[in-house]
């Protein structure tokens, strides 16, 4: 992936006033120490040397997604002109850990971020005939002005942070 990509990642991440880390496997852990708040739910990560950590609740009760102020989550595509991610749905039904905790942690290999919409749809179309047919794209936190004023949080995470594993 080019530099340039995740350059152009990061600077719409931070129009979106959403916080970004890289990390390697080795420091994973730490990093999620320092961007989580207790309670944490999370789903199961499909990246290879990273797992959760033991305080992280991976399967959480309907009580627990309620309490939780963190959930974490894996996204498999960053689109690089949106700052937005790619949370695909998951046979053990992992999407609530993304929507309902406060602050919601997106964890996403360097190497997923494409430049745009026609690299994320070609790959989503990929996905999609190999019978993983539903995703959610994700694009900083929730927000809506339905009655007026802008507010966050509303339908979703009032923070999101994105971890980007360099490989």
Do not use: Q
């Amino acid at each position: 992936m080019a530099t340039d990509t995740a350059a152009t990642f990061e600077e719409s991440l931070e129009r979106l006033d959403v916080e970004w880390t890289h990390t390697s496997a080795a420091n994973f852990h730490g990093v999620l120490e320092a961007v989580c708040t207790t309670p944490t739910v999370g789903s199961s990560l499909p990246f290879d040397g990273v797992s959760l950590p033991e305080w992280v609740d991976d399967a959480p009760t309907p009580a627990a997604l309620r309490d939780a102020k963190t959930g974490i989550s894996a996204a498999n595509i960053g689109i690089a002109d949106y700052g937005s991610v790619v949370l695909p749905a998951r046979p053990d039904g992992s999407e609530p850990v993304s929507l309902f905790p406060d602050t919601h942690v997106a964890v996403l290999r360097t190497s997923d971020i494409v430049p745009g919409i026609p690299e994320a749809f070609a790959r989503l179309g990929d996905e999609f005939r190999a019978g993983n047919d539903t995703a959610i794209i994700a694009t900083g936190p929730s927000a809506t002005a339905d009655m007026g004023s802008l507010v966050t949080g509303a339908h979703g995470p009032k923070d999101v942070h994105v971890v980007m594993l360099d490989e």
